[in-house]
C-alpha cells in the first residue's frame, strides 16, 4: 500500500502538487491520470524519495522511503529508462542495482529472460531501441521482487505486441496481490488495465474512484437509433413521452431510456431501424470532461481563427472557488 498524505511540492512559485492524500491499494492496478504538467511525475518521484515534499508524506507500506534498507525489495519503479548507463550491458547494468540492494545475481538473468532481453544480457544498452530500453526499466523495477510496482508511461515506445505483454504483466503482478500504480496518457490502454483510477489537475485530487464509476460519473451514455423513417420514428417516441435529438448524422439520440423499450416501440408500430445502439462513453470521453478546466496548454488554430473548445461544468470549479462553473479556462490557458 502507498499512502499519501496532504502531499505538496512548490518551485518557487509554481504549486506542481497540491495536498495531494490518496491510498494506492494492493490486489488491484491503480491508474494514475492528469493532464500534462498535472503534477503526475513530480509525485512519482516524491514516492520514491527523489523530490523532497515542501509539506506532507508518502509512506510505502506504512514507511517512509528512507526508512526502506533495501528499497528495491519493497517498491520497484519505471520512471525514466533512459536512466540506464549506456556503456554497461543490460546484465551488467542489473547486476549494479542488484548488488546495492543485497538481491542475488540469479534474479538478474530472470528478469532479463521475463521482459524478454535475455538473449540480449550482454549487448550495450546505449544501443537499444526506446521499446527495449522500456523492457529494461521494466526489469529494473521487477528486480527485487517488490510488493509494490509504478510504472510512469510504461507503454510508451513498446510496439502492440509489447503493450500487450506489460499490460498482461500488470495484470498478472495485481492478481498476485501487489501493488500496482501506474499512469499512461494513452486512455484507451488504461481503460484496457486499470481497475480504480486517481485523476489530479494542477497538482490537486480530482477523482478517486472506480474505472466503472469514472465512466459513468463523468460522460453521457445514450441510445442511438437510426431508421429510414426517422421523422415517423421521432412523432411516435415523442407520443410516447420521450425526447430524441437527431444526431446530424441520420441518427436519432436518445437519454435515459433502454434500448429494449424503443425497439419495442419501433416493432409495435411496424418501423423499420437499420440501426439501435447504446453508446457507451470511453475513459478518454469522461477524462477530457472531467479535466477539461485543469489542461495547462490548449491548442487551437490561429489560421482559421478557431477559439479553445467551451469548457464545461468541471470538479475543478469547486477547488478554486468559482461561482461560476462555466466561466471557461481562459485563465488556465498558457499555449496556442
Ligand atoms: N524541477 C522543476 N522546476 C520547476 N517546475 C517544475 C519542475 N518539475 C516540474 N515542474 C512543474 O511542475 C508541474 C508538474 O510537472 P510534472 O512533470 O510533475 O507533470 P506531469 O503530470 O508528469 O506532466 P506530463 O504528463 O507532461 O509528464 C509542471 O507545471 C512543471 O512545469
Known amino acids: 500500500m502507498i499512502e499519501l498524505d496532504g502531499l505538496t511540492k512548490r518551485f518557487g512559485n509554481k504549486v506542481a502538487v497540491d495536498h495531494l492524500s490518496?491510498?494506492?491499494?494492493?490486489?488491484?492496478?491503480?491508474?494514475?491520470?492528469?493532464?500534462?504538467?498535472?503534477?503526475?511525475?513530480?509525485?512519482?518521484?516524491?514516492?520514491?524519495?527523489?523530490?523532497?515534499?515542501?509539506?506532507?508524506?508518502?509512506?510505502?507500506?506504512?514507511?517512509?522511503?528512507?526508512?526502506?534498507?533495501?528499497?528495491?525489495?519493497?517498491?520497484?519503479?519505471?520512471?525514466?529508462?533512459?536512466?540506464?548507463?549506456?556503456?554497461?550491458?543490460?546484465?551488467?547494468?542489473?547486476?549494479?542495482?542488484?548488488?546495492?540492494?543485497?538481491?542475488?545475481?540469479?534474479?538478474?538473468?530472470?528478469?532479463?529472460?521475463?521482459?524478454?532481453?535475455?538473449?540480449?544480457?550482454?549487448?550495450?544498452?546505449?544501443g537499444f531501441s526506446l521499446g527495449m530500453g522500456q523492457r529494461l526499466g521494466i526489469a529494473a523495477a521487477l528486480l527485487g521482487d517488490p510488493e509494490i510496482l509504478m510504472f510512469d508511461e510504461p507503454v510508451n515506445g513498446l510496439d502492440p505486441e509489447g503493450i500487450h505483454w506489460i499490460r498482461n504483466l500488470m495484470k498478472a503482478l495485481a492478481a498476485e496481490g501487489r501493488t500496482i500504480f501506474v499512469s499512461s496518457h494513452l486512455m484507451s490502454e488504461m481503460a484496457l488495465t486499470a481497475d480504480h483510477l486517481i485523476v489530479i489537475g494542477q497538482g490537486r485530487l480530482l477523482a478517486d474512484t472506480s474505472m466503472a464509476d469514472f465512466i459513468h460519473e463523468n460522460s453521457r451514455s445514450y441510445v442511438r437509433v437510426r431508421s429510414p423513417e426517422q421523422e415517423r420514428l421521432r412523432d411516435l417516441l415523442h407520443a410516447a413521452g420521450i425526447e430524441a435529438v437527431a444526431s446530424g448524422e441520420g441518427a436519432l439520440e436518445i437519454d435515459g431510456v433502454a434500448p429494449e423499450r424503443i425497439g419495442e416501440l419501433a416493432a409495435e408500430h411496424r418501423i423499420v431501424l437499420h440501426e439501435l445502439s447504446s453508446q457507451r462513453a470511453s475513459l478518454e470521453d469522461a477524462f477530457m470532461q472531467m479535466t477539461a478546466g485543469s489542461v495547462e496548454y490548449h491548442a487551437h488554430s490561429e489560421r482559421d481563427g478557431a477559439q479553445p473548445p467551451p469548457v464545461g461544468p468541471h470538479w475543478g470549479d469547486q477547488w478554486d472557488g468559482r461561482t461560476d462553473p462555466g466561466s471557461g479556462s481562459g485563465d488556465a490557458t498558457k499555449g496556442a
Open 22 to 126: 490518496f491510498r494506492v491499494r494492493p490486489g488491484m492496478v491503480t491508474g494514475f491520470l492528469g493532464p500534462n504538467g498535472a503534477g503526475k511525475s513530480t509525485t512519482m518521484r516524491m514516492m520514491l524519495d527523489l523530490d523532497n515534499p515542501t509539506s506532507g508524506s508518502v509512506r510505502i507500506d506504512g514507511r517512509h522511503y528512507h526508512e526502506l534498507r533495501e528499497p528495491l525489495k519493497h517498491i520497484g519503479a519505471l520512471l525514466d529508462a533512459k536512466s540506464m548507463h549506456g556503456g554497461r550491458s543490460a546484465y551488467n547494468n542489473l547486476l549494479c542495482l542488484a548488488q546495492s540492494n543485497r538481491i542475488p545475481a540469479s534474479r538478474v538473468s530472470h528478469v532479463l529472460d521475463t521482459v524478454g532481453l535475455g538473449a540480449v544480457a550482454k549487448k550495450k544498452s546505449k
